[in-house]
DNA sequence: GTTGGCAGACCCCGGGGCCGAGTGCCAGCG
DNA sequence: CGCTGGCACTCGGCCCCGGGGTCTGCCAAC
């Protein structure tokens, strides 16, 4: 009670040397195991040379500082989200880190990616398999990226498809609903004027382009040109949120920690690319995974989950993570995150430069 | 006994209209309730002149057909698959279906879908959401699809995206590793050579068209056209499997009719996207939609599953339906896939024509 | 500060008893 | 011959209870 909120460094100070092994054999035990770990339990794992009901003193203290807590009287302690935390930011001090998987890992990843998405695709297979969690990768927005090419193909008299090529890679498109039929011809002119004046520019600007050239065209190249800007309107980047890839839904219904009803809110959660995407682009910007664990999490319904994300930078970053219990091995799993982005970051590269 | 391995509608016939309508009852209330129904409830519902007593007598018989199944001794009576089927074949031979949706469904599959790709994005979305189920959407085969054009851009020195659209509003891209430093003018060349032997064919033959340009080119373009023809190796339909869309997965965690490990088990089939793409191509080519009930099912683990699925046509046709406990409402599903089947149907070849 | 001892709390589990729902069977009736 | 009401029986679900085990908190002593 002497200093209640103090912040989370200064806390973690105030634990002397045997608390720091009290509360660690308790995390990797129950994380370990999944039942609540009592003082005998204790003392045998952090090979202490003090009493069992030394160590309970101890724990009591621990429980008053809210790093562990017990279900019911008579039970075994647990850690609370602090408790994971207090490791967490310790694995992150240090500076190298337990080595995650490498070479299949490469393997995996590379072999034979087909193009940007089927490698973001891929790549989310890999991280679920490997941490047997949930993953998530979004793919980076486009804003920064050039445009390296623009196509407008006519696939009915009425309808054509616009294709936006970016120095990434990545492709877009629209369907284009030209309200009047067009000749061949016309839609030639369009293409030449499009690729003289956008190509090269960066994709965000790309509407504001487009928009400028409808206002200065002659008038029959404007009502082609029209639906043209207003099909590239609307971010262009925000189409993102489609292109959030999620793999592993399966471990969720495997781990017991999870209710039914819970199991299901996150499942739907899961399904609302707009809030994952929101999620994970909240991800910290330095080359440490961001940790964010149960009630530190800001989507209601994820109290009981955490989530371990780090970016991937190219032109603009991207990011990926892992989404689970808050009962996980974060060692390994912030290891392979950030393996895994590393990866992803190299063969990204490899691809567009 | 009289019988035993009669085909399907034969045994239909056997059974006397109260029986008929018996079945019926435990079906629905079953379906309504998920809790066994018993012989009194059953004649309430069927608003029999009989007596429990006799109802009871009938659905002794009733199993003893198969067609119903009591969970333990003093229960009430359960469907089986087969109490199931009868129905369904009941609701296919009756042309005209109870109504789907219509209004909102068409402005919200229409509602400024992108490209085909969001499209089919969507109308996973719907479906899941109208059915309460897992819904699943596969992309057409492409081999019918004509090319409407075929590009080459340079990515790095080292490495070009290739891009294939077809006249569906489908694009396919790969990134081809080029081996050694090409000069803009070199891509230039490829790119109108393929474009003037390749484009209009159909996708199915462009591997085998662009082999053989490789065969027949000059020295100094074959080095560039190799890796293009390994690219587009390997069908380029497969790909497809990639484009399975699948939604509403919490919709199995919200049903009670599954066990933990069950529920794991069919969350892990819905991530590989080959057997869900090898199982909705097993659909049926009438316009009526395919239903497989419980064991009918090819896939082991979705056993207790069943799945509504029917073709949608375009150029080639794709596929589209639903997957849940065998326990659903099998009439409105059926309409509802069916008309999200026409919907998006109609919806397709207005883009695309 | 540490220790062993000890009482107390509580979960887990299995058993027993009761209730209710639903069945199968049977004798009797039309 | 089909239908009916009656009846015995079965069995899951529920509650209660008591024993075993575990872990805690407290305390007195070292």
Same mark, same amino acid.
């Given at each position: 009670?002497?200093?209640?909120?103090?912040?989370?460094?200064?806390?973690?100070?105030?634990?002397?040397?045997?608390?720091?092994?009290?509360?660690?054999?308790?995390?990797?035990?129950?994380?370990?195991?999944?039942?609540?770990?009592?003082?005998?339990?204790?003392?045998?794992?952090?090979?202490?040379?003090?009493?069992?009901?030394?160590?309970?003193?101890?724990?009591?203290?621990?429980?008053?500082?809210?790093?562990?807590?017990?279900?019911?009287?008579?039970?075994?302690?647990?850690?609370?989200?602090?408790?994971?935390?207090?490791?967490?930011?310790?694995?992150?001090?240090?500076?190298?880190?337990?080595?995650?998987?490498?070479?299949?890992?490469?393997?995996?990843?590379?072999?034979?990616?087909?193009?940007?998405?089927?490698?973001?695709?891929?790549?989310?297979?890999?991280?679920?398999?490997?941490?047997?969690?949930?993953?998530?990768?979004?793919?980076?927005?486009?804003?920064?990226?050039?445009?390296?090419?623009?196509?407008?193909?006519?696939?009915?008299?009425?309808?054509?498809?616009?294709?936006?090529?970016?120095?990434?890679?990545?492709?877009?498109?629209?369907?284009?609903? +030209?309200?009047?039929?067009?000749? $061949?011809? &016309?839609?030639?002119? *369009? =293409?030449?004027?499009?690729?003289?004046? %956008?190509? /090269?520019?960066?994709?965000?600007?790309?509407?504001?382009?487009?928009?400028?050239?409808?206002?200065?065209?002659?008038?029959?190249?404007?009502?082609?040109?029209?639906?043209?800007?207003?099909?590239?309107?609307?971010?262009?980047?925000?189409?993102?949120?489609?292109?959030?890839?999620?793999?592993?839904?399966?471990?969720?219904?495997?781990?017991?920690?999870?209710?039914?009803?819970?199991?299901?809110?996150?499942?739907?959660?899961?399904?609302?690319?707009?809030?994952?995407?929101? +999620?994970?682009?909240?991800?910290? $910007?330095? &080359?440490?995974?961001? *940790? =964010?664990?149960?009630?530190?999490?800001? %989507?209601? /319904?994820?109290?009981?989950?955490?989530?371990?994300?780090?970016?991937?930078?190219?032109?603009?970053?991207?990011?990926?993570?892992?989404?689970?219990?808050?009962?996980?091995?974060?060692?390994?799993?912030?290891?392979?995150?950030?393996?895994?982005?590393?990866?992803?970051?190299?063969?990204?590269?490899?691809?567009?430069?």
């Amino acid at each position: 009670m002497a200093g209640p909120d103090l912040a989370r460094d200064d806390a973690r100070d105030l634990l002397d040397d045997r608390k720091v092994r009290i509360l660690r054999a308790i995390v990797s035990e129950y994380v370990a195991t999944g039942e609540p770990i009592g003082s005998k339990r204790v003392v045998e794992v952090a090979k202490l040379d003090v009493s069992a009901a030394t160590v309970r003193n101890e724990m009591s203290a621990l429980e008053e500082l809210g790093y562990i807590h017990q279900p019911h009287t008579s039970a075994g302690r647990i850690p609370t989200d602090r408790g994971y935390r207090y490791f967490v930011d310790e694995l992150s001090e240090m500076t190298k880190m337990p080595d995650g998987p490498r070479a299949e890992l490469v393997q995996e990843l590379l072999g034979g990616a087909r193009d940007v998405e089927d490698l973001l695709f891929r790549t989310s297979t890999v991280l679920s398999q490997l941490t047997r969690l949930v993953s998530l990768v979004i793919a980076p927005a486009m804003d920064a990226a050039r445009l390296k090419l623009i196509e407008l193909v006519s696939l009915s008299p009425q309808t054509a498809l616009l294709l936006l090529v970016a120095d990434t890679g990545r492709v877009e498109k629209r369907v284009v609903d +030209l309200r009047e039929p067009v000749t $061949d011809a &016309d839609v030639e002119r *369009v =293409r030449t004027v499009l690729m003289e004046h %956008v190509r /090269g520019h960066r994709m965000g600007e790309v509407h504001d382009l487009i928009q400028g050239l409808v206002d200065g065209a002659p008038s029959e190249l404007r009502t082609l040109l029209a639906p043209i800007a207003e099909a590239t309107a609307g971010n262009l980047t925000e189409e993102a949120i489609h292109h959030v890839y999620v793999g592993g839904q399966a471990s969720l219904a495997g781990e017991p920690t999870f209710e039914r009803d819970q199991l299901s809110q996150v499942l739907e959660l899961l399904e609302e690319r707009m809030t994952l995407a929101r +999620l994970l682009s909240e991800t910290g $910007d330095d &080359d440490q995974p961001t *940790v =964010r664990i149960g009630e530190e999490n800001p %989507v209601e /319904g994820l109290r009981t989950t955490s989530l371990v994300s780090q970016r991937y930078r190219l032109v603009s970053s991207g990011s990926l993570g892992v989404l689970g219990p808050t009962r996980m091995d974060y060692a390994s799993v912030l290891a392979t995150v950030r393996a895994v982005a590393g990866q992803l970051q190299e063969t990204l590269t490899d691809l567009s430069e």
